[in-house]
């Protein structure tokens, strides 16, 4: 089977077309587009919300979007366990929303970062880290002004001890300090998960890091955990069926 | 109807880079005294009811809801009433 993923589109989403390209021309499963006046996710087994400046990003980046009617299905879904997934944009609509904890700050150098950087997935025991092999440091692109990670720390603490922080800003041989966090974020977060694994939130563009010809390809890795992860699942709804 | 003035701060207890910044600006024009520059936002808008009581009741959830987010803004607002912009009649 193929895994069928829903990318939504947003008035100002502007990653929607590489995500769909990534998914069905680089990694071949099925994808359609989700219209955010939309409120039928269409029978997809995982919703990504992608990148881009929704709504302007006016007031907050985020804020509005997640007001969109197709974000109550998308909760929902999200609440019985679907999987979604928020890159850049996507993760600061997951955060206003409140399926994942936290804001975002303006970036600590006031300035839009838009580079390569090095992520280190310190949680590989997601649904969508599974076939990142132990010790790897994957190289994605990041594209944001907002992108640094506040959270009290209470809800800090709770990240910590639930373990939801999946992935870090590090060096390319995956040292985690200030001087290759990106944007000033707490513990150099890049990117949490919620506490029931399904919901995953990060800055850094995997979708943009699929196409061999761009130089660079380990945000496949990312996409392919996820998939097998949902074609696991069906075989065993399968059987139990 | 009322005229509302609301006020965005960022929590105290939240860094505000932007703030900074412009505090920069102000030690390169050679102004020496500035300190604690903070960056909020302040939006107006009209609410259409005849009470304040229920006014207000909709600009905490408009400033709840959306206008601000509690995790790292604090608000505060001020109502006045306003003739009614239709009709010409003093809201109550």
């Keep these: 089977m193929k895994p069928r993923f829903g990318v939504v589109i947003f008035p100002g989403s502007n990653c929607d077309y590489d995500a769909y390209y990534s998914l069905r021309k680089i990694l071949g499963f099925d994808v359609t587009f989700l219209w955010h006046k939309e409120t039928d996710l269409k029978g997809c087994d995982a919703v990504i919300l992608p990148g881009g400046f929704s709504y302007g990003d006016y007031l907050r980046t985020g804020a509005i979007a997640r007001f969109s009617p197709i974000m109550n299905s998308v909760i929902n879904f999200a609440k019985d366990g679907g999987y979604v997934m928020g890159i850049c944009n996507g993760f600061q609509i997951l955060l206003e929303a409140g399926l994942l904890p936290g804001v975002m700050l303006r970036n600590k150098s006031l300035k839009f970062i838009c580079k390569d950087i090095y992520l280190s997935p310190v949680n590989r025991d997601t649904s969508f880290t599974r076939e990142i092999e132990d010790d790897t440091i994957i190289k994605v692109p990041i594209a944001h002004g907002d992108g640094n990670y506040f959270a009290d720390e209470e809800t800090l603490r709770s990240l910590i001890d639930n373990n939801q922080v999946v992935f870090k800003y590090c060096s390319p041989d995956g040292i985690i300090n200030e001087e290759f966090n990106a944007n000033g974020s707490l513990m150099n977060i890049a990117g949490i998960i919620n506490k029931e694994g399904n919901v995953l939130g990060m800055m850094p563009h995997p979708e943009r890091c699929c196409d061999a010809v761009l130089g660079k390809t380990d945000g496949r890795l990312i996409f392919s955990s996820l998939a097998n992860q949902i074609i696991r699942a069906k075989a065993v709804t399968t059987l139990a069926g | ?92």
């Design chain 2, 1 to 92: 109807m009322f005229k509302v003035k609301v006020i965005i701060k960022r929590r105290p207890s939240i860094l505000d880079p932007q703030g900074k910044a412009v505090e920069k600006g102000a030690e390169h024009l050679g102004i020496k005294n500035i300190n604690d520059t903070r960056i909020g936002k302040y939006i107006e808008f009209t609410v259409d009811t005849e009470s304040k009581a229920s006014a207000e009741k909709e600009v905490n959830e408009y400033c709840n809801k959306l206008l601000s987010n509690p995790i790292m803004e604090d608000y505060e607002f001020s109502l006045e009433p306003v003739p009614h912009s239709g009709s010409g009649r003093e809201a109550k």
